[in-house]
């Protein structure tokens, strides 16, 4: 390849992927953990066979493994992403679902005027940029002239990827929509490479996204829509529960295809390599009290599996078993959720592995760099039963897979190279820039004082904050940089992002309702819910080194005092003791009896910890959020606007 010619970037994402839990005795199997972390493999693992793309990702990889989200859940996580920008910025603070709806002109989706995009840099830099499978980040699939167009983004070709796969009805899930969106890239591939569209000796590099719903399919498809009662007369994803009764439904089998969508006829293999059911045991952390915890996580706990109910037609509700506590079987439930969790791994694999195969067949692989990341975790029914991704800011949901791969980069395909620094999806933006050689201050200077540039037609361009990362992933011994010259201590994750709120200034949705009726009921059988919406405080602020955790719970409209979690990471990985406590003010304060030799060293100790911590969470806001009171100012706005 001539040394003059850039590179092609094959960004390969996937949807509530969680880092395996390495130090957590439960939780997936451990040949499993060792695949989906792409740890070194033993010889006689036992899960390599059922993940030939995963494997295929390994071949020339360097892979950071300390690597976290900067928000959650999918919105907001996705705008970070690709504008490399905190919602502060970007305004995207919300993900739309339950009662939050995407089609309502006042939801906050990623304004394609404001802040650039990955797609934007990308094509500002020279290169053609093309985007397939799951958007998230703005409604597209209104009527009009600009259905199904990202090119206000940045991206073209999203047209035949409509409607976007945003919730978990039956044709928005994985299992039927991703073999679709790699359809469309394998042909992108085939026809890049033939290069008849110029037939030039150096044709234009391209970015392209390929972007997998699974194993997302976990979230609110399971145990319906995935497993439906004869009796309901609906079109499951896999063949008919025998019962009307809500029963344990297992993995499918090996030879199992799916049902066709209503009006359809294809039917999709569902385990074709016979991935086995006992993959996967309840987590270290399964039946953990939350009393200590700040009071929103015990809430959301029960909470989510009743807003995904509430989202349920009448007749399904009753088949709905989410919060699995609630269940005569939970155990059982929640075991079965996180075997099927697993299995959801399995079906994002058979899609990796087409794109990874046409990329190999068609010559391409030499000059593209490859780039595999989720956008966020899962709970897998970790900290007493929690699913899905809100209110906490636990491990099981900031630590996912990032790698890159290529030949230039890691001339082993037999060796992956390790990153064990702290890094950030705050970088993933700067980083695929600095891999590809695009120098950005080239495309935007810095401005005078007071003034800002537009390098992007029509747009207002924000330094990029996070830190490009591509002298470490050369050199993993050297330190993270960031664009200041100063050296990373840790990272932030926030979250603003109110899962079972509706818009504010909007009416309330039927479901809403429903939900209420619902905690209400909850509440008087003596369980101990606050009423309506998941409580405050729930809104985070995070800062994480290699050792520690500290969160605060704040609500941005002061209706609740602060709550605090400390966590040493190294004594305590699966976080179950949370070492502070807050006073009446909001304050934090240590528990010296959570120590395990509370002597007044180690309590001095804990004390100037926790001081360290909260001076760096106030630095890391101030170097990535950018406002005096971000909170506030972004949580207000989408209302105004």
């Not at 509530?16 to 033993?42: E, I, T």
């Not at 693992?45 to 959650?72: C, D, E, K, W």
């Not at 070492?579 to 002597?599: E, F, Q």
Request: glycine share 6%; proline share 9%.
């Amino acid at each position: 390849m001539s040394s003059t010619r850039k590179r092609n970037v094959l960004l390969i994402t996937v949807d509530q992927m969680r880092y395996p839990r390495l130090r957590d005795g439960g939780g997936m199997a451990p040949d499993l953990k060792q695949v989906l972390s792409f740890q070194p493999l033993q010889a006689d693992n036992s899960y390599a066979q059922y993940f030939p793309g995963f494997q295929r990702l390994r071949r020339n990889a360097v892979v950071m493994r300390q690597h976290m989200i900067g928000t959650s859940a999918c919105v907001p996580s996705r705008a970070l992403i690709y504008t490399g920008q905190y919602g502060t910025k970007t305004r995207v603070v919300e993900t739309d679902s339950l009662y939050k709806y995407g089609s309502d002109p006042n939801f906050p989706w990623l304004n394609p005027k404001a802040i650039p995009t990955m797609g934007d840099w990308f094509r500002a830099a020279g290169y053609s940029t093309h985007y397939f499978g799951k958007w998230d980040l703005s409604y597209v699939d209104g009527p009009g002239p600009g259905h199904g167009d990202l090119n206000p983004w940045g991206f073209a070709d999203w047209k035949m990827s409509a409607p976007d796969a945003q919730g978990g009805q039956l044709n928005q899930l994985g299992v039927y929509r991703d073999s679709g969106y790699v359809d469309m890239v394998e042909t992108f591939l085939r026809r890049k490479a033939m290069n008849y569209e110029s037939a030039s000796p150096t044709p234009q590099p391209w970015l392209c996204v390929t972007s997998l719903v699974n194993p997302h399919d976990i979230a609110s498809a399971y145990p319906l829509s995935w497993w439906m009662p004869d009796s309901l007369g609906k079109v499951p994803c896999v063949q008919t529960a025998t019962s009307d009764t809500p029963s344990v439904r297992p993995i499918p089998s090996q030879g199992d295809r799916s049902n066709p969508l209503p009006g359809g006829r294809l039917r999709v293999p569902l385990n074709p390599r016979g991935f086995p059911q006992d993959c996967f045991s309840l987590p270290d952390t399964y039946a953990e009290d939350l009393a200590t915890k700040p009071s929103c996580q015990f809430d959301y706990s029960y909470k989510m599996g009743l807003a995904l109910k509430s989202r349920r037609p009448p007749d399904q509700r009753e088949y709905w078993t989410l919060p699995f506590q609630l269940q005569d079987q939970a155990d059982a439930w929640s075991l079965a959720f996180g075997q099927f969790y697993a299995y959801c791994h399995t079906l994002a694999d058979t899609q990796i592995q087409r794109v990874l195969h046409a990329l190999d067949e068609t010559g391409l692989a030499d000059d593209t760099l490859v780039v595999f990341l989720s956008d966020h975790g899962e709970y897998g029914v970790a900290h007493g039963g929690m699913v899905e991704k809100w209110h906490t800011a636990y491990d099981e949901i900031l630590h996912v897979p990032f790698l890159v791969s290529a030949p230039w980069l890691n001339a082993s395909a037999e060796q992956i190279r390790y990153v064990d620094q702290l890094t950030s999806h705050i970088d993933v933006l700067p980083t695929l820039l600095g891999l590809s050689g695009i120098e950005v201050d080239t495309l935007a200077p810095p401005a005078p004082p007071g003034q800002s540039w537009e390098p992007i037609a029509g747009q207002t361009y924000e330094p990029l904050p996070g830190a490009d990362l591509t002298a470490v992933i050369e050199d993993p011994s050297r330190p993270v940089v960031s664009p200041d010259g100063s050296l990373r201590e840790g990272v932030l994750f926030i979250s603003d992002d109110t899962i079972t709120e509706y818009l504010k200034g909007e009416q309330a949705p039927p479901a809403f309702k429903v939900y209420c009726a619902e905690v209400d009921q909850l509440r008087e059988q003596g369980l101990p819910l606050q009423p309506g919406s998941v409580t405050e405080p729930c809104h985070i602020r995070c800062a994480r080194t290699n050792d520690w955790k500290l969160a605060r719970y704040f609500d941005p409209l002061n209706r609740a005092t602060d709550q605090w979690e400390l966590y040493d990471l190294q004594a305590d990985p699966t976080e179950q003791n949370n070492l502070v406590h807050w006073d009446a003010a909001g304050n934090p304060v240590i528990c010296p009896d959570r120590l395990p030799n509370p002597s007044s060293q180690e309590v001095a100790q804990l004390q100037q910890v926790l001081d360290r911590m909260q001076q760096l969470l106030a630095a890391l806001e101030k170097q990535y959020l950018g406002y005096p009171n971000p909170v506030v100012e972004a949580f207000t706005l989408p209302e105004l606007a």
